[in-house]
């Protein structure tokens, strides 16, 4: 038995089947690189991208830095630096100890030898008395307000250098002050609100130690 085809036209929109056809293809090796081209530019990216990020930070921290106000601990120690430059600390004399200029004296209330009179300024940290010059010997002569009162000063005469000479070991000038007296061997020089005088270095006076002021120091109050 023979079979019959049947052929049928089948007609579709246009627009239809326009649609449905697949958009065309391109060509894999267009616009599209070897692989480790893009991986190098993908880190090289990365880098760029990291190198800006930093450079930024560092530019943020130091001028934060910059414009960080010091802390009050800063400023008061900067403020006591210049008040120490600028204002040097007072100075103050012993307990007992007179001031005068830039020395501290001590007047003793007892009599003893020259030599006796220089060993208790030495116990004292200090030394029998340097005269300058004339001023600093009145400004002494007017502590000295009680006639009669012989005071051991740091003068004696030098047997080799046949001279006068101080404990610190400059020699006497004439020219500055003028001693009454013998000037030989064993003989030590004292001082009254009037005059300067030699004498032998055994007897006993009273003497004058000498010391330089120290500055004051802080007082720290007990806590309450």
């Known amino acids: 038995m023979d079979m019959q085809v049947t052929y049928a036209e089948l007609h579709l929109p246009r627009e239809c089947a326009l649609g449905s056809s697949p958009p065309p293809l391109l060509p894999q090796n267009v616009c599209l690189g070897p692989l480790w081209h893009q991986c190098a530019l993908k880190l090289g990216c990365a880098g760029i991208l990291l190198l800006a990020l930093t450079v930024i930070g560092l530019s943020v921290s130091v001028i934060f830095l910059r414009q960080k106000p010091m802390d009050k601990s800063n400023m008061e120690a900067e403020v006591y630096k210049n008040e120490t430059i600028e204002r040097p600390r007072p100075l103050e004399c012993p307990v007992d100890w007179h001031p005068l200029q830039e020395k501290c004296l001590f ?57 006068w000479k101080w404990i610190n070991g400059s020699f006497f000038d004439s020219d500055i002050l003028r001693i009454i007296g013998d000037a030989e061997e064993n003989n030590c020089v004292y001082i009254t609100n009037k005059n300067i005088f030699s004498d032998i270095c055994d007897i006993e006076n009273k003497w004058i130690c000498q010391k330089e002021p120290k500055p004051v120091t802080d007082k720290v109050c007990p806590d309450t």
Not at 117 to 146: V, Y
């Open 107 to 163: 007047f003793s209330d007892t009599f003893k030898s020259w030599s006796n009179s220089s060993s208790d300024c030495h116990t004292k940290k200090s030394s029998l008395l340097l005269i300058q010059d004339q001023k600093e010997l009145r400004h002494i002569q007017r502590l000295i307000n009680t006639g009669g009162l012989l005071f051991w000063i740091g003068l004696n005469f030098s047997l080799s250098e046949r001279n």
